[in-house]
């Protein structure tokens, strides 16, 4: 059984700063990409950043300059800086990996349960 258990979602104020972190246990031979996705109230869950293995980042233009990934590759972990937050921030953040787990010989994506952000004064 594999988990991914996400936090440090809130309520924080425009400009502001939070850092979401995701941790995956469970019998796991090997992480792929971890990333974050979040989906905000009637839209559909989107890409938000995500780090390969090597360390190689992809973010959402929404998001560029303002958010940083970042992982552990030791400790299965994956965490998510987000500054100078806006109030089109605000969404579910889900944790995801593409992981192998012990008994499979092949890769497959695993979502964590959710923690909510929501940037409003």
């Known amino acids: 059984q594999v988990q991914l258990v996400e936090s440090g979602g809130g309520l924080v104020q425009p400009g502001g700063s939070l850092r979401l972190s995701c941790a995956a246990s469970?019998?796991?031979?090997?992480?792929?990409?971890m990333g974050w996705y979040r989906q905000a109230p009637g839209k559909e869950r989107e890409l938000v950043a995500t780090?390969?293995?090597?360390?190689?980042?992809n973010y959402a233009d929404s998001v560029k300059g303002r958010f940083t990934i970042s992982r552990d590759n030791a400790k299965n972990t994956v965490n998510l800086q987000m500054n100078s937050l806006k109030p089109e921030d605000t969404a579910v953040y889900y944790c995801?990996?593409?992981?192998?787990?012990?008994?499979?010989?092949?890769?497959?994506?695993?979502w964590g349960q959710g923690t909510q952000v929501t940037v409003s004064s």
């Open positions: 469970g019998r796991i031979v090997d992480i792929n990409v």
């Open positions: 995801n990996a593409d992981l192998l787990y012990y008994s499979t010989t092949y890769y497959s994506a695993y």
């Open positions: 780090i390969r293995r090597g360390g190689s980042t």
